[in-house]
């Protein structure tokens, strides 16, 4: 057999194979790489020492393997398995027999007889863990086969004595993900077998190696995660592994305890010690609430996170985990908390703490006093003052899962949430203002809170301040005190970080929605507005007022009595804001008053419509128009593309679809231009001129089709066709037109291939969207295909020619969702007089600030661009760190650009602006084509279409005066 | 049996001059040696000739260990090593050792310098002293001689303080000097890990108390500082120069930073200067936050605290001071106090407890008009606050640290006795353990059940093993081997290689038993039924019928003869060696009863 193996191996070392391909008929020759397992074979005779064979096998591993070779080198491999001596290299041999098995298109049910035999022989427990581990990989590719899993069950279940932890180890993982599942097989034995599974696990909880009970826990939960039901009697065993030696059993052990809370939160279960049951969900929060004081970090961390996602806990238990009875020298204490809400309740401020205020009242009966409580107590709080900042952050988020889901604990964790402003770490201030946001719904804040709250607003980090306008934008403010407390602090902060001004506003016009009836009292106040006095007018300009108007108009929207409080000049700066600043200012209904505003449409929802509407008939009737002639054609794409252009201006909500859609109404609209040009009928050489019209026009079909692929999110498959599509046109466009100006036909051979090549790998790529592109460009040319490969180049341009132009225009069907990436440079912001000066040849930084929307994975795709005005361009790729992701479907770069230039004589500006990088082989379609046809391999496609990179300015240019200074050489 | 005694010499039931001698397995080790702050005559160090009345104290201890650098742990030091005489080794952290001598300095010079006391250490004595101490790392496990080995744990409360595990063979005890559960803004939580030892002496200052959480008392803090810098105001916050001083620092430090606050914070110079130092350096010894950002910043390198002049508490503007010391009794703080003491937009916040009778504690019960010296009426106007700042684990970190480890017994020290009382009781209630609180003076002995390492070749483990069927862990297993106790160390061999090492030849010891029975039949024919018998019964043993008329059971021949007088009755022959004394007492316990009458 082996022998018989070495030699169709060794054939394999110069074998031509000859493919054929149905749809193409050229023929083809290839060449296949001499097959590594011979070599390997070679190798492994020559080593002479296990050292040798060993760096030989470690070679061997570097390389991947195709998949019909596999079964042949696992052959050599189990053969000098037999006869290998030393352990490390049998070892390694076993961990390459699961590497290989795991080779895409291999199938390992051929070699597992193989692997299982060579369990019996084995004596080293390594090299049996490794083994075992090598099954595992077979019996992950074949979970379908029951037979399979069954056998490897017995095995796994023989091994489970061995004397090493590693063997039984890799025997319980074996089990946890081979143990049978399915329920519904209905036949008894299987069943059976699936009881046995779990008593064989649970068995090993009480191992002596804490490494197998660990991985006795890890594979029930790997069962629990293929579905299998877990018994409920494994409770009582993983409650007891809770007091474990070891931080991964309990690690673990709170995982578990949590899976079967979740499988059965109402049964009942027995309180130890005492004749009391309670629910089992209960309990189980009882003590996962226990470990959040456990000793080691990480069963902390673990135990807080999963606190977070026990909902159906009942609300007394949950309530205790806030809960820490004080007491100094036996007597009750009230704590800080409830102190200051006595405080306010009395309706008094707090006078500054005497000592002793404090002083603790009634005393306590010292049995009652449980110091280390089975149940839930004060979890919280411990989990929030924690040492390490992974647990509090972990308490945060588990604080704020557990808040939205229950208003009433929601309210009683405020106080803490607001303490944790406070934290020294940045981190997690940061996520406990995006919790209090999360859960601001349900609660309202009290003056003393919000106090504590806008104490904040100082924070000189800006996205703790950003963070915290955003809370604000969503809280409810109790009282007319508390607005006036906010908006002080909002304005002194706007002093303080003049920055942050946009944000502000923002979270004014949001305050002043929501309180509109705590606001009106304020407003002369505000406006310092007199009875009988006239008092200065205001400066327009100023932030401060601004803000303080961004407020006022967005409570009046819903307040009708507001505005008979507003002075002359109120109104004035009304009609100016509500122009310049309309995303912050509403309409407002201003009886008597005659403003630049139409009247405004009672409701919104009606004036979508329209809109909608509008958009499908301009286009309806842009697909329809087959039957006009060529001038009127393109004036009506012309106009169209003018209409859904303003149409997105002005409706925001549209604006990704009208975008969309002009984007491809210009595309085509090139295309019947370039078609029209007079260079077809007249002999090439004397048009050497129109030409460029026809090729810049293909050329920015292609940049345009780019565009439409990679800057829009949400696009689907439907619409990547027709983008495919509208490029293949274009370059068959430019194929034409080369051949028109080319003279010689040499060139023209490699892009007549190359463009043939194309169409197959469109065809490859969108078979099944084929069917709906009747009587388009494609369909035609697939039908002169064989005409096509096997005409002269010339004949084939002409062929190509007249399809292009008898094509019709293919109707581009509208996503459900579509945004236009977008990008602002916020900073700089291009306004500064004042050139940027830095010695020539050193290097300055230069901070970049911008919002981007819409953008899938900015991480990789999102470059700035510097470009000198010497038309020197850097590209420069922002660290991951510096993206930031305040809100869905938006990010926030805030990067630093190092800029050098050699010296100037005077300043001159740069411009800085934000590329969307694409690169095609990321594509929907050539994903999908790589998955669906990996057999045949890439060498299939010249890799062309493939790996296109470019990228796509998406944001408008800011100018950056700079003034690289030459180096001042100090006198020697 | 084998016992464990504790001794306080100081701190039992009581607060101050922590002193504890403890004897285990032989070993006597002194923890901690401090003073007691509040006498000023011989009670204020330990009695140290309760440990030997005449003999040299060196003879008698094996180590000292100091838990922490606060004095009522370590202020006893140099009068204990130099002036009754030590020579042996004293253990403390690295830490520790750095501040301990400043500390040690700063007390000396307030006793000798300004109380005029003579027969009091000197400052050589102080360097002497610190000589002989050995600085140890965390969780480094130190032989202190061949049997007795101490290792230390992390304990919170002040820089370098330590919880310090003292192990001769199985025994242990763990004392954990002062120690807090939850972190500070420059310390992290006390932690140990499950050493389960015989006995856990620890700390009850706040026995029962359970505290609120200090995010409540940090907030409070900061606001009132920031709202009087804000008006303007002066703060003055009276220090003890080590400890709090540091937290607070980080505290205003860190909110300063974060709000661009610009006003000035000063900080008295000397002893605390010097102490910073060091906290720059122990940065290992800081909480995780100040550990993970000391590359790009030391937290302890303040920008901006600075160096307080007298003279800067005339400028004009707002400021922050803090001072030394931290009851307003004497020296710069109360200096600055009477200056600022007329103006209401200042403000004096006391982080900690003042002792009755300073002007710490007459301001803080409400009095407005103190009466300074010469007669003086200082008015004052500025606020007062008061601010709980403490470091000690309260009951629920005493019961959090006890679950941790694990203890078979407690002890209480440093507490007052009412409030122990009720600790352990919950302890008693709660961990069903013992828990003592011996008073100073009194021994407290605890028996212990130590095991007993002994080596067990592993031909024989194997061997051994191999007999039973599945290895069950954590169970009792019955072996068979010899126990050879040679040279203080206990071995269990097989017994060819005892007798090997002994030079004794092997002995066989065998028994023979004569079981009659009733049969008339042939003896060969007996023999046969009980062939069929015994292979009926012993299933899972091999039985042989031996050519000569013998049965073979495993190893155990038995033989049939009859009886010569009577014919009816046979007698059966057991013999087997000693070790199948299991299988051949069964066996002929079996045959005693007889055969089964069966017909055939």
């Known amino acids: 057999m082996a022998a018989h193996l070495k030699k169709r191996v060794y054939e394999e070392f110069t074998k031509v194979v000859q493919q054929q391909h149905e749809e193409i008929s050229a023929k083809k020759l290839r060449l296949t790489k001499p097959s590594k397992s011979a070599a390997l074979h070679v190798d492994l005779c020559k080593a002479t020492s296990p050292a040798e064979a060993l760096q030989y096998l470690l070679q061997f591993a570097r390389k991947p393997v195709e998949a019909e070779s596999v079964e042949g080198v696992v052959r050599i491999l189990l053969e000098h398995y037999y006869k290998e001596n030393d352990a490390s290299v049998r070892l390694k041999i076993a961990s390459l027999l699961g590497l290989l098995s795991k080779t895409a298109g291999f199938s390992p049910d051929c070699i597992m007889d193989d692997v299982i035999n060579t369990l019996q022989n084995e004596k080293s427990h390594q090299v049996l863990a490794q083994l075992l581990d090598t099954l595992l990989v077979i019996g992950t590719k074949l979970t379908e086969n029951p037979a399979v899993r069954m056998r490897l069950l017995d095995v796994a279940c023989k091994y489970l004595t061995d004397s090493s932890h590693g063997v039984r180890n890799k025997c319980l993982q074996l089990i946890g993900y081979l143990g049978s599942v399915e329920k519904g097989a209905t036949k008894e034995a299987e069943s059976l077998a699936a009881k046995d599974v779990q008593k064989i696990i649970g068995d090993h909880f009480n191992d002596q190696d804490p490494r197998v009970r660990t991985a006795a826990i890890k594979a029930m939960l790997q069962l629990h995660e293929r579905g299998l039901k877990l018994q409920q009697t494994i409770y009582s065993q993983a409650c007891k592994l809770l007091s474990d030696d070891y931080e991964q059993v309990r690690s673990a052990a ?227 005190e508390g607005i006036h407390l906010a908006l002080v602090e909002l304005l002194k902060n706007l002093t303080k970080y003049p920055t942050d001004r946009e944000s502000i506003w923002k979270c004014l016009k949001f305050l002043g929605c929501r309180h509109p009836t705590l606001v009106l009292p304020l407003v002369p106040e505000l406006l310092s507005t007199h009875p009988f006095f006239d008092t200065p007018e205001p400066d327009m300009d100023d932030p401060a007022y601004i803000a303080v108007l961004v407020l006022i108009f967005n409570a009046a929207k819903t307040c009708p009595t507001m505005p008979a409080l507003f002075s002359d000049h109120t109104f004035r700066h009304y009609a100016y804001l509500r122009d310049s600043l309309s995303h912050l200012v509403p309409p407002l209904r201003l009886l008597g008053r005659k403003l630049v505003s139409s009247p405004v449409s009672p409701s919104v929802t009606p004036h979508e419509d329209p809109s909608q509407q509008f958009l499908q008939e301009s286009l309806e009737r842009v697909y329809n128009l087959q039957h006009l002639d060529p001038q009127s054609t393109q004036e009506l794409l012309e106009f169209t593309i003018r209409d859904l252009q303003r149409l997105g201006e002005l409706q925001s909500e549209l604006a990704g679809v009208a975008d969309f859609s002009a984007t491809y109404l210009r595309c085509q609209l090139l295309l019947i231009k370039a078609l029209q040009e007079k260079l077809w009928n007249v002999a090439a050489p004397l048009y050497l001129k129109q030409n460029a019209l026809a090729s810049a026009a293909a050329k920015q079909i292609m940049e345009e089709t780019y565009k439409m692929e990679f800057m829009y999110s949400g696009v689907e498959n439907r619409q990547v066709v027709i983008i495919h599509h509208m490029r293949l046109q274009a370059k068959a466009l430019q194929l034409i037109v080369t051949a028109r100006t080319t003279r010689g036909v040499e060139p023209l051979f490699g892009m007549c291939e190359n463009f043939l090549q194309e169409v197959d790998s469109f065809q490859r790529c969108f078979i099944s969207e084929l069917p709906h592109m009747q009587d388009s460009f494609v369909d035609k040319l697939l039908d002169l295909m064989p005409r096509l490969v096997t005409s002269k180049p010339s004949e084939a341009v002409k062929i190509l020619q007249t399809t292009l132009r008898q094509s019709t225009f293919l109707q581009l069907p509208l996503p459900e969702q579509i945004h236009r990436a977008t990008a602002t440079i916020i900073e700089p912001a291009g306004e500064s007089d004042n050139p940027l000066r830095f010695t020539s040849g050193l290097v300055v930084a230069l901070d970049v600030d911008a919002t981007l929307e819409h953008v899938q994975d900015p991480q990789s795709t999102v470059k700035v661009q510097v470009l000198y005005p010497d038309g020197q361009t850097q590209l420069i790729h922002p660290k991951p760190a510096d993206f930031r992701n305040p809100g869905p479907g938006r990010h926030r770069l805030i990067t630093q650009v190092y800029l050098s230039h050699t010296a100037w004589t005077e300043p001159c500006q740069i411009e800085v602006r934000l590329l969307l990088a694409y690169n095609s082989s990321r594509s929907k379609a050539s994903t999908r084509l790589s998955k669906s046809t990996w057999m045949d391999t890439m060498e299939a496609f010249p890799p062309f279409e493939y790996g296109i990179e470019g990228t796509i300015p998406f944001s408008k240019p800011v100018k950056v005066y700079i003034m690289p200074k030459p180096a001042r050489r100090a006198l020697v | 049996m084998p016992e464990i005694k504790v001794t306080p010499l100081g701190a039992g039931q009581d607060v101050g001059r922590s002193c504890i001698l403890v004897s285990i397995a032989g070993k006597n080790v002194m923890l901690d040696c401090g003073m007691h702050m509040g006498y000023n005559d011989d009670r204020r160090f330990p009695d140290f000739s309760y440990i030997t009345q005449n003999g040299r104290l060196t003879d008698f201890l094996d180590c000292v260990i100091i838990s922490h650098f606060h004095l009522d742990h370590c202020g006893a030091l140099p009068y204990f090593s130099e002036m009754v005489g030590y020579d042996g080794p004293i253990y403390m952290t690295h830490p520790t050792k750095a501040i301990c001598p400043i500390l040690l300095e700063d007390y000396r010079k307030i006793t000798v310098d300004k109380k005029g006391e003579t027969n009091f250490f000197t400052s050589q004595m102080i360097k002497d002293c610190m000589k002989k101490v050995v600085a140890v790392h965390l969780h480094q496990t130190v032989q202190v001689d061949d049997e007795l080995e101490i290792k230390a744990y992390y304990a919170g409360h002040v820089l370098g303080a330590a919880m310090f595990q003292i192990k001769v063979g199985s025994e242990s005890v763990v004392y954990t000097g002062d120690y807090n559960m939850t972190p500070d803004r420059h310390l992290g939580a006390a932690w140990i890990d499950k050493c389960r030892p015989d006995l856990l002496i620890s700390e009850s200052t706040y026995a029962t108390t359970i505290r609120d959480s200090k995010r409540c008392r940090e907030r409070d803090f900061l606001k009132k500082v920031h709202e009087s810098v804000e008006r303007g105001g002066k703060v003055l916050i009276p220090v003890f120069a080590l400890g709090r001083a540091q937290e607070l620092c980080i505290l205003l430090e860190t909110f300063w930073e974060r709000m661009n606050l610009k006003a000035p914070i000063y900080f008295s110079m000397g002893l605390t200067e010097k102490a910073n130092h060091y906290y720059k350096l122990f940065i290992t010894w800081t909480n995780q936050k100040i550990r993970k950002t000391f590359v ?139 828990c003592y609180m011996p008073a100073n003076g009194e021994t407290t002995t605890l028996f212990t059940s130590p095991n007993i390492p002994v080596d067990i070749s592993l031909g024989l483990l194997k061997r051994e093993r191999a007999i039973g069927l599945v290895p069950d862990s954590k169970k009792p297993k019955l072996m068979h081997g010899t126990l050879i106790m040679k040279d203080n160390s206990f071995r269990l061999v097989s017994p060819e290689q005892a007798l090997k090492e002994l030079g004794l030849g092997e002995h066989q010891l065998r028994f023979t038993c004569r079981v009659h029975i009733q049969d008339p039949r042939k003896e060969h024919e007996m023999v046969l039924r009980v062939y069929n018998h015994l292979k009926g019964v012993l299933k899972d043993y091999s039985v042989q019928h031996l050519p000569d008329g013998s049965i073979m059971v495993e190893s155990i021949l038995i033989q049939a003869t009859a009886q010569s007088e009577d014919q009816g009755t046979k007698v059966l022959l057991v013999s087997w060696t000693y070790q199948d004394e299991e299988l051949g007492s069964y066996l002929t316990s079996l045959l005693k009863k007889g055969l089964p009458q069966t017909t055939a």
Not at chain 1, 289 to 309: P, Y
Not at chain 1, 403 to 411: L, T
Not at chain 2, 375 to 391: D, G, H, N, T
Not at chain 2, 406 to 417: D, K, M, W
Request: proline residues 2%.
């Open chain 1, 254 to 480: 709170v995982q578990l305890i949590w899976v079967l809370s979740q499988l059965y939160p109402e049964s009942i279960v027995p309180i130890p010690s005492s004749n009391e049951e309670i629910r089992l969900v209960d309990d189980a929060f009882g003590k996962i609430c226990h470990m959040v004081s456990d000793g080691s970090w990480v069963v902390r961390v673990q135990a807080a996170k999963l606190l977070g996602s026990m909902q159906q806990v009942s609300s007394h238990f949950l309530e205790q985990t806030l809960d820490k009875k004080l007491m100094s020298d036996l007597r009750r204490k009230r704590t800080a908390h409830e102190r200051a809400k006595e405080l306010y309740s009395s309706g008094e401020f707090s006078s500054g703490r005497k000592w002793g205020d404090d002083a603790p009242k009634e005393e306590i009966d010292t049995g009652a006093v449980n110091l280390i409580e089975s149940g839930a107590c004060g979890a919280f709080v411990h989990g929030l003052e924690d040492e390490m900042y992974e647990v509090r952050i972990a308490a945060v988020e588990a604080l704020c899962m557990l808040a939205q889901s229950s208003q009433s604990f929601a309210e009683k964790c405020l106080d803490f949430l607001v303490d944790m402003f406070n934290d020294e770490i940045e981190e997690v201030r940061l996520q406990s203002i995006h919790t209090m946001r999360k859960i601001s719904n349900n609660i309202t804040l009290r003056e003393d809170q919000l106090d504590t709250v806008l104490a904040v607003l100082e924070d000189s980090s800006r996205d703790i301040r950003e963070a915290l306008h955003e809370l604000l934008c969503c809280t409810n403010v109790s009282t007319k």
């Open chain 2, 296 to 434: 790009q910043r030391n937290m302890f390198e303040f920008k901006h605290i600075k160096a307080f002049d007298r003279a800067f508490a005339d400028n004009p503007g707002p400021m922050v001071v803090f001072a030394t010391p931290g009851m307003l009794h004497a020296g710069q703080s109360l200096q600055i106090f009477r200056k600022w003491a007329g103006n209401e937009k200042n403000m004096v916040i006391m982080p900690g407890y003042c002792v009755q009778g300073t002007v710490g504690h007459k301001i803080l019960s409400g009095q407005r008009k103190l009466e300074m010296e010469g007669r003086q009426i200082l008015e004052v106007k500025m606020q007062v606050e008061y601010m709980s700042f403490s470091a000690h684990a309260d009951a629920k970190g005493i019961m959090q640290l006890i679950r941790q480890a694990e203890p078979r017994n407690v002890l209480l020290v440093h507490g007052e006795a009412k409030k122990m009382e009720f600790l352990k009781q919950k302890i008693e209630q709660e961990f069903y353990v013992n």
